[in-house]
Structures are given as C-alpha cells and as structure tokens.
C-alpha cells in the first residue's frame, strides 16, 4: 500500500461538472499536494486496465463525480480501491447559485474559482488521510 492517496475523478466528458472535477483533481496532485496524492485516469480503471487496477487496489481514494450517477466512487470501489471521500461536483455548485463557470472546454473566473474550493477541500481530505498512515 501505498501512503500516496488516490485522487479520481470522473470524465465527465461533454460537461462543465466533468472538467471542473479533472481540473479540482490536477490542482491537487500537481499544486497542494504534490508527494502526497496521485490521480489515475478513470477510463483505464473502467476498461478493467490491470495497471490502473494495481495503482488503485488496497489504495486510499477520494473521488470526484459531476453527476449523480457516481461513476468514478463506484469504479474505483470495483477495482478494489477503498473510498474515503465521495465528492459530487454539482453539491459545490449549489453553493454557487447563479455562477457562470464556463462550459465542458473552458472554465470562467468564476469557474475557476469553484475549481479552488473543491481542490481545497481535497487536499485538507489528503492531508488528513496521509497522516492515518
């Protein structure tokens, strides 16, 4: 096991919610918690990728998912991974009713800004779950 946590988040492919989750997730393996978080691409965990499936087995993970249909929580828990934070993107915009973030290939200031907050409240997450062990 690894004391590196698993930070996945949807594709989301086509949709505001899908790109702020991969952008979240970047911000905090590339940014706030470099050393301490990795990402792993969730198509290759879905396509049953037995490298993906090695880097998530056994592994702490927080997910991020832009719909309710909650694909990257319930893949990562099919390849074994053990799911410690369950994030939806859409419960970060309630927050902000009203918010122009931008659309599936370009976010706004204000798309940016949910990005931050959502990235934030991961790396609190990672930083809690690396100092578990």
Known sequence: MSNRVKV?????????????ARE???RVVKELCPGEADTVCLAYI???DSEAEKLVKGEKCITL???????AAKNA??????????IRVVDAFRRHKGAK???????TDE????VDEIAGEIAER???LSREG
């Open 8 to 20: 996945i988040p949807c594709s989301g492919m086509g949709k505001v919610y899908g790109l702020v």
């Open 46 to 48: 879905v396509t049953g």
């Open 65 to 71: 998912d832009g719909c309710p249909a909650m694909c």
């Open 24 to 26: 979240s997730a970047l």
């Open 126 to 128: 990672v930083k809690e």
């Open 77 to 86: 828990e099919i390849a074994g991974g053990i799911v410690k934070e369950k």
């Open 111 to 114: 798309g940016w800004q949910i």
């Open 101 to 107: 973030p931008g659309n599936a290939t370009a976010l």
